[in-house]
């Protein structure tokens, strides 16, 4: 029983930052805009989060990991829906920005110090607060109905008065806060930043969203499940499961494929919002 | 939109000269390092050459999805595995110029299948080929990471590594200015001819290219538009593999975990940068390759390599910003 309680709360720790970014994603992309940037927001996050964090303290490390992530979020804006380039494109350049930078920040700034952090638990509440909340703005407040029509017809919902380019701008600054709250949160469980520490997470957390048809309470299912695995990779490596032993890289991969059997339509129905990609 | 533009190209470079004043050396300090890193000596230029090939092959796989309007990013996968099963079948098989021959076909296959779920699912359920071809990079990176460490690890090596492949499946090089250049290299240059031929002057190559431009236009002209998709991806994955074979048989002579530092992702910086011209790939992946090199000597004169990366990030937004407008909808 303790071994199972210990399993869980891993594997709570290990979801929390997928469920900040997967309502991250949520902001993004039932706005229509499709955020494979979520990783680099991420990983500015915690690069600021650490670097602030060992000079100033967590809070002000906690500022500072959100107004990074938050500033590539806010680019990601002005590429797609002022300069109109394409979202998927516009995403890639902010990873490989995002990964370049705190390389080049981490380098010349990093002292070697951990930062203080905050304790893990309240991160954990807020998680599973934001989604209640996010859940709430979304389906019963007049912002987020106008964020889904955005989503779903921007050209219709042009038709109606709503100007999609402003709508998504709110989004977007919800996107920065919660993939930098994400990257606060790494950082929070370390104390230090290492290169490309997101280690892929923010594609996890888009796989998360997708696999939940983009709803952020089955978004929450999704990423306790894939922290559930993770733990359960960690736990169990090198044991064997019904008499065969399945290597760590499995278990890492499983979030993946059953994305790619959803994107074919064998997991879960397709939910994409109609006007994914769309200006 | 002309302001807008020089107001993006004005802030990436007040970035880029902040960043390197932050790193205490000054900016034309810094690009003169970057440039006699790449270029200045036969070896630097030897080793830009040799960052040159993969991005090539890599890009030239995003390049020819692209122009059939698909955006394979799976393309450091497809390069892995093709890497991997290279690997594999260079030390399973005959030494020689058979061996070499089977290598690349194995790299290259196995760098088809790899992108063959995301093909049916594009041509066939209509799902996103970024969203699949992404999670497959990661599943592939996991793959071969596992291969590597486990079965087929060397039995005397310390770290996740195959065996060292024979001498005779050695690619070779010829000299060019006193600088080898390999023939997997060359052959690249042959595959950037060969693909702008084929686009340009085959019937094929163009229903890719309308099926790129408009693919409803393309239905009602009786294209096949799902059957095209499913070429492209295909295609596009093979030469990806491929790219994974020459790199190790000109190169590498094996295959590690983490055998890519991201070729795939920078070579679809360079599919972007050549747009719809296919000899532009080879400036195109040149520049990057002295960015790469170059980034080396920056890292040990005092500046970290990672502003060459976040240079590569702001070249592919401005350019994506100039060339990759979507024009769908009125404002």
């Known amino acids: ?279 | 939109m002309k302001w807008r533009l020089a107001a993006l190209i004005l802030g990436c470079v007040i970035v880029l000269a902040v960043a390197v004043s932050v790193a205490g050396k000054s900016p034309i300090e810094a690009l003169t390092t970057l440039v006699k890193g790449s270029l200045g000596t036969p070896r630097a230029r030897a080793g830009t050459l040799q960052e040159m090939t993969p991005l090539l092959f890599a890009s030239i796989g995003v390049f020819v999805a692209l122009r059939a309007g698909l955006f394979n990013i799976g393309i450091e996968g497809q390069f892995l595995v093709g890497a991997m099963t290279a690997t594999y079948a260079g030390l399973k098989g005959p030494g020689g110029p058979m061996g070499i021959g089977l290598a690349i076909l194995a790299g290259s296959l196995a760098g088809a299948i790899w992108a063959l779920p995301p093909a049916v699912i594009k041509a066939y359920r209509n799902g996103h080929e970024v969203i699949t071809t992404i999670m497959l990079n990661n599943v592939a990176s996991a793959f071969t990471a596992w291969v590597v460490a486990g079965p087929g690890k060397a039995p005397d090596a310390g770290s996740p590594t195959s065996a060292n492949l024979p001498a005779s499946l050695n690619l070779g090089n010829i000299q060019l200015a006193g600088v080898p250049v390999s023939y997997g290299l060359l052959g690249g240059f042959l595959l950037v001819a060969v693909v702008g031929w084929w686009l340009s002057r085959r019937v094929t190559g163009y229903e890719f290219r309308v099926t790129g431009a408009n693919p409803r236009a393309a239905r009602a002209a009786g294209i096949n538009v799902p059957q095209q998709y499913l070429r492209a991806m295909i295609f596009s994955g093979a030469i990806g593999g491929l790219g994974g074979a020459i790199q190790v048989l000109a190169y590498e002579h094996r295959f590690y975990d983490s055998f890519s530092p991201g070729y795939g992702f920078d070579s679809l910086g360079v599919a972007l940068l050549a747009g719809s011209q296919a000899w532009i790939l080879l400036p195109a992946a040149g520049l990057f390759a002295v960015l790469a090199k170059g980034g080396t000597a920056l890292d040990i004169f005092g500046v970290p390599k990672g502003i060459t990366i976040m240079v590569l990030g702001m070249v592919i937004l401005v350019v994506a910003a100039i060339r990759y407008r979507r024009e769908d909808s009125v404002e």
């Open chain 1, 1 to 279: 029983m303790n071994n199972v309680g210990e399993l869980l709360l891993i594997a709570l720790g290990l979801s929390t930052p997928l469920i900040f970014a997967m309502l991250g994603g949520f902001a993004s992309e039932r706005g229509g805009v499709i955020n494979i940037g979520l990783e680099g927001m991420m990983l500015s996050g915690a690069c600021m989060s650490a670097l602030v964090g060992v000079a100033h303290g967590p809070g002000w490390g906690l500022v500072a990991g959100i107004v990074a992530a938050t500033s590539l979020s806010l680019l990601h804006w002005l590429a797609t829906q002022v300069y109109r380039v394409d979202q998927v494109i516009s995403g890639m350049a902010i990873n490989a920005t995002a990964a370049g930078a705190t390389n080049f920040l981490n380098q010349k700034f990093a002292t070697g110090a951990s930062s203080t952090v905050f304790p893990e638990l309240p991160y954990q509440l807020l998680a599973l607060g934001s989604v209640i909340a996010v859940a709430v703005v979304a389906s019963r407040t007049r912002y987020g109905l106008q964020l889904v029509a955005v989503g779903a017809d921007p050209t219709k919902a042009r038709l109606v008065g709503l100007n999609p380019v402003r709508i998504r701008l709110l989004a977007a600054i919800a996107t920065g806060l919660f993939t930098g709250l994400a990257g606060n949160y790494l950082v929070a469980e370390t104390g230090v930043f290492t290169d490309n520490m997101t280690a892929g997470r923010g594609y996890i957390a888009l796989a998360a969203l997708i696999l939940a048809g983009w709803r952020p309470v089955p978004g929450l299912v999704t990423a306790l499940v894939f922290g559930f695995l993770s733990a359960l990779s960690i736990k169990l490596q090198g044991q064997a499961v019904a008499g065969v032993v399945l290597p760590g890289e499995f278990w890492t991969s499983v979030p993946y494929l059953l994305t790619v059997l959803a994107m074919a339509g064998f997991v879960a129905r397709s939910r994409t919002p109609a006007g994914l990609g769309k200006f």
